[in-house]
């Protein structure tokens, strides 16, 4: 009997909720990533792995306040929960009978994940909060969040071959518009290099401008909608399953909102609350666009095995 085989048995009620609290951390990170950087906080550790040099906690220092160093800090902290969470998942995963490989892949994929994102954060904090690297960052943390819906989806399906529930040119459609959302969110990081929340009053910020780039960002947003319409129209016409309808009004609701919001932040001047739950929405977003994109093929339910019937005692 190998190592793996002598892991306790996962029962797949556990496996899920261990899923969807990856999703939840994930989507988490990506809300306390961006009140560092609201609260001028992005360099309130200026080292890393280290937050001064010589100690890796703050410590009191005439430039940098404490306020910063913690929040910074904070953050810095949140990730050991990170992978805490994406651990125990990955044993959860190796703990299913029968073990499934998707399963397992994407299980392995997320505290590999987590570091690689670190170390783009690290990389961020000793470039002095360049724009590149804040904005990959925060990719980094959507294709995070896409690969964890994945993992839900995964913790709830079958090993068996992935069966398609609408036409491939729905599906197509599907993978259209998932890539069209890409460009959106990474328009999104561009408007935020050129907008005022740097981490750090002394960061150069994008020269595009604000006006620009969000302009970039708003027409991609409408041909996202229209995209999104174009499914609803397609569902509808191949009578898609109704987890799929529900999943694509999820996504539309959640989409509608996010616009609605960041049309408010803009006018108002994009306000340090308002960028904190818009990049909450963009987590949101995404992680319904995966479910959406994940939820045109089926593999199969799992369920929990049905415990043993007791033996018979014969009569006397």
């Known amino acids: 009997m190998s190592v793996l085989d002598r892991l306790p048995v996962t029962s797949a009620t556990t496996m899920r909720r261990l899923a969807v609290a990856n999703l939840v951390a994930q989507i988490g990170i990506m809300v306390t990533g961006v009140t560092v950087r609201v609260t001028g906080s992005g360099l309130g550790c200026p080292e890393f792995p280290q937050c001064f040099p010589g100690s890796m906690v703050p410590v009191s ?3 940098v306040a404490p306020l910063h160093q913690w929040v910074e800090f904070g953050n810095r902290l949140l990730t050991f929960v990170l992978v805490a969470i994406a651990g125990m998942v990955l044993l959860a995963a190796l703990g299913t009978r029968p073990r499934r490989r998707r399963l397992t892949v994407l299980a392995a994929v ?4 987590i570091v690689v994102q670190a170390l783009i954060g690290g990389f961020t904090v000793l470039t002095d909060l360049a ?8 990719m980094a943390s959507a294709v995070l969040v896409w690969l964890s819906v994945a993992l839900v989806g995964a913790a ?6 992935a069966r398609p529930l609408v036409p491939g ?3 197509g459609l599907v993978a259209v518009s998932s890539g069209v959302l890409a460009a ?4 999104g990081t561009l408007v935020t290099a050129a907008g005022p929340h740097a981490g750090d009053a002394a960061t150069p910020r994008l020269g595009l401008g604000v006006e620009a780039t969000a302009q970039l960002h708003t027409e991609l947003l409408f041909g996202y909608l229209g995209l999104l319409v174009g499914i609803g129209f397609a569902l509808r016409a191949v009578a898609a399953p109704a987890v799929l309808e529900r999943r694509f009004r999820v996504l539309l609701a959640v989409v509608l909102a ?3 919001l960041g049309s408010v932040q803009y006018v108002l001047g994009v306000p340090e609350v308002l960028v904190v739950l818009h990049v909450l929405g963009a987590g949101l977003v995404t992680a319904a666009a995966a479910a959406l994109w994940f939820g045109t093929v089926e593999r199969g339910a799992v369920t929990d095995p049905a415990p043993a019937a007791a033996p018979a005692v014969p009569a006397h």
């Open 110 to 113: 997320m505290p590999v994940g």
């Open 258 to 260: 996010q616009g609605l």
């Open 131 to 138: 724009w590149g690297g804040v904005s990959l960052h925060l």
């Open 184 to 187: 959106l969110l990474v328009a």
């Open 156 to 161: 709830r399906e079958g090993a068996g071959r």
């Open 169 to 171: 040119s729905v599906r």
């Open 61 to 63: 220092h005439a430039d």
